[in-house]
């Protein structure tokens, strides 16, 4: 039986490096391609999600009252109360909702929902 399998080894060895095959890429060549590997990684996902992620925080930071936001739903109100966490948000005349400051999407400028609703 292990002669059975050393006979396989040295065959599918032999298939494996053909002739005229390179051998595979050294130690040096692995961390030249991982660091490749990393350098797209942190350009393309972690850094423009860390962006938007601080950009997010500043827009959450400078709410006050008066400001006209987007939610994440993409309801428009007016902001009427900040707390530490939330929101009060005027979506009509006389109706106020509590709403996670996270949930803002986006400050609109001042008399876009009279523009809105006509």
Not at 15 to 33: D, H
Not at 57 to 85: C, P, R, S
Not at 89 to 104: H, S
Request: glycine share 12%; aromatic share 8%.
């Amino acid at each position: 039986m292990k002669a059975l399998f050393a006979v396989m080894a040295l065959t599918f060895s032999g298939f494996a490096m053909a002739e005229g095959a390179e051998a595979p890429m050294g130690i040096t060549g692995q961390l030249v391609f991982l660091g490749g590997f990393l350098l797209i990684f942190y350009f393309l996902l972690w850094r423009p999600q860390s962006k938007r992620q601080k950009e997010h925080k500043n827009l959450i930071t400078n709410l006050t009252k008066g400001d006209e936001v987007v939610m994440a739903g993409g309801m428009l109100g007016k902001v009427t109360k900040v707390t530490e966490d939330f929101v009060v948000m005027e979506v009509a005349n006389g109706i106020e909702l509590p709403v996670q400051k996270v949930a803002v999407t986006m400050v609109l400028p001042k008399g876009t929902i009279k523009d809105v609703l006509g």
